[in-house]
């Protein structure tokens, strides 16, 4: 079992640019949530999504972001036009469909920087 | 408003002494609380759940407690151990769909 893969692992971009971060839950899993995390600070809440719907978006930024996670492949989180603020770790977790109360399993993230 | 707010930001204690990491909420009602680790450069790794009807729950040498009339959960490792350094997050459930809120993390270092 492979569990949560994040990638890419690093990326640069330029102010303006876009950046995609994708995400492949573990196996089985249909839940997917995305945190943000500056530096010595604690895991923001940004989205929770299943599969083809958006569960809860209350920590998403109004303008520049989005995320999907469609019926095939991995959720994707879209930055678009980035600012150096975005610059950040973004890490992704996964949980089965089944059951409440079972912990996540997070990803590695991706370390995003906005030069 | 609402608030997860962890004891501290570091926690220093020697190899084989018990380390004792807090965590309160403010305006949250979880069902359950869960506590992570996470080392430098990696995800957070799921350790321990608690449900509101519990008070206590051991794993090893980890315990955790949860007292909803106080809003406050304690976290203890017994006989740390320098592989036990690592930043540790509570994280609340919220909206009763396995939705997680986190707080900002203890960072404990136990010195050999």
């Known amino acids: 079992n492979a569990g949560v893969m994040q990638n890419p692992r690093h990326l640069v971009r330029r102010r303006g640019q876009e950046a995609r971060l994708r995400c492949s839950p573990m196996k089985g899993h249909s839940h997917v949530y995305w945190y943000r995390q500056l530096p010595e600070e604690g895991l923001k809440f940004m989205v929770y999504l299943q599969k083809e719907n958006i569960i809860d978006e209350s920590g998403m930024p109004k303008e520049r972001f989005s995320a999907e996670f469609p019926k095939e492949g991995p959720s994707i989180l879209r930055i678009q036009q980035v600012v150096r603020g975005d610059s950040a770790a973004y890490f992704c977790?996964?949980?089965?469909?089944?059951?409440?109360?079972?912990?996540?399993?997070f990803g590695s993230g991706t370390r995003l920087t906005v030069v | 408003s609402q608030k997860i707010e962890q004891n501290s930001e570091a926690l220093n204690i020697q190899e084989g002494k018990t380390a004792t990491l807090t965590c309160n909420y403010t305006?949250?009602?979880?069902?359950?609380l869960q506590w992570y680790r996470q080392d430098p450069g990696r995800g957070p790794v799921f350790l321990l759940l608690?449900?509101?009807?519990?008070k206590e729950k051991r794993k090893e040498r980890l315990k955790v407690t949860f007292d909803t009339t106080l809003k406050q959960s304690l976290f203890h490792i017994t006989a740390s151990q320098p592989a036990d350094s690592a930043t540790y997050l509570c994280?609340?459930?919220?909206?009763?769909?396995?939705?997680?809120?986190f707080g900002a993390g203890t960072r404990l270092t136990v010195k050999p």
């Open positions: 305006n949250y009602s979880p069902a359950y």
């Open positions: 994280a609340l459930e919220v909206n009763n769909n396995n939705d997680m809120r």
């Open positions: 977790a996964s949980s089965p469909s089944m059951g409440t109360g079972i912990g996540y399993t």
């Open positions: 608690i449900r509101e009807n519990e």
